[in-house]
């Protein structure tokens, strides 16, 4: 079992850095500017990376969601991405940093009771926040783990107030060619889409991640909100949302129109199915040059088997 007990006043261990709670600090109570720091001896640049409700962080950790493993170092975990609107390597750093987060609108609409656009900043000063230890698992057979900061997803599901016969959750990245490269290949189905049945949006573990190691999210791990659904291969997991969509038709998402016999809908990890082209029995740790096996559910099948008892005969782990 992952979960293990933890109060929620102990500080993080080894992720949410000394100097980002000290940043953090210092920045509510003394009110220190950019100027302020550099005077203190501190690189603003650090400081400037808090963007979109900054205040909020570090965030009260959950003891419901820590994990029995080391997290990801920040420095590993915030520079091996993939955010193809950015390239297809790993390294997408500084290129993301084009991307224009503030503002930042996010339209609500479809089949809710009323349709919104309300900016990123406003949406998540409503969302209970706290932060959370959750597992990454990537369809391409390596993993990490994180401590996210943000909201469930299901607070967001109640705020936009769906209609009943609303059954799925469309979830749409920017579209904005002339800030991600990656947009200008035109055999892309951009822009990058996701989605989730509403019981899968309205579970526990769905997670919006706003923050990242005790900070506002890195705009390369997707700025200013991000999906983070820890028992679903981390394609599923889409960023930098600007559009929540309720409806009554399954998406189609990025890489179902990309190869839909590789990624499909549900994409549940499990070790026991192999990915048409790799195994997925097992894992490499990034940061650790470990392979650890693999867990259905990626560990999370006691809070997330249940949404599937009903679904025998369709591709689940896919
Ligand atoms: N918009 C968008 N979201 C995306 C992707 C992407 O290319 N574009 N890549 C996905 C994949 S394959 C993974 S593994 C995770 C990677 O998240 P990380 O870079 O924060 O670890 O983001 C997912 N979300
Ligand atoms: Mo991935």
Not at 75 to 103: D, H
Not at 263 to 283: I, K, L, M
Request: glycine share 8%; proline share 7%.
């Amino acid at each position: 079992m992952l979960i293990k007990r933890h109060r929620g006043w102990e500080l993080p261990e080894n992720h949410a850095t000394p100097e980002a709670v000290f940043l953090n600090r210092r920045q509510i109570v003394a009110g220190l500017g950019a100027a302020g720091l550099v005077a203190a001896g501190i690189r603003p640049a650090r400081a400037q990376a808090s963007g979109i409700a900054a205040e909020l962080y570090p965030a009260k950790r959950n003891p419901a969601y820590t994990l029995d493993r080391e997290l990801t170092e920040e420095k590993v975990a915030t520079s091996y991405n993939n955010f193809y609107e950015f390239g297809t390597s790993k390294n997408i750093v500084r290129p993301a940093q084009a991307l224009t987060i503030k503002p930042w609108q996010v339209k609500i609409d479809g089949m809710v009771e009323k349709e919104i656009t309300i900016d990123a900043e406003d949406l998540i000063r409503k969302m209970p926040i706290d932060e959370r230890l959750y597992r990454h698992r990537c369809v391409e057979a390596w993993s990490m783990a994180v401590p996210w900061t943000g909201f469930p997803l299901k607070a967001l599901v109640d705020f936009a107030k769906p209609l009943s016969g609303a059954k799925y959750l469309r979830m749409e990245t920017f579209k904005r060619p002339e800030e991600a490269s990656g947009q200008k290949q035109f055999w892309y189905p951009w822009p990058y889409v996701e989605g989730l049945s509403i019981a899968e949006a309205r579970n526990d573990l769905a997670y919006i991640a706003t923050g990242v190691y005790g900070k506002p999210i890195p705009k390369q791990m997707g700025a200013p909100l991000r999906l983070a659904v820890p028992w679903k291969y981390g394609f599923k997991s889409v960023k930098s949302i600007t559009r929540f969509s309720f409806t009554d038709q399954k998406p189609k998402s990025f890489w179902e129109g990309m190869a839909a016999d590789e990624y499909g809908f549900w994409a549940n990890v499990n070790p026991a199915v192999a990915h048409p082209r790799w195994s997925q029995a097992t894992e490499e740790v990034i940061g650790t040059g470990k392979r650890v096996p693999t867990l259905i559910y990626n560990g999370y099948g006691e809070q997330v088997a249940e949404l599937y008892k009903d679904m025998a005969g369709q591709k689940l782990f896919m």
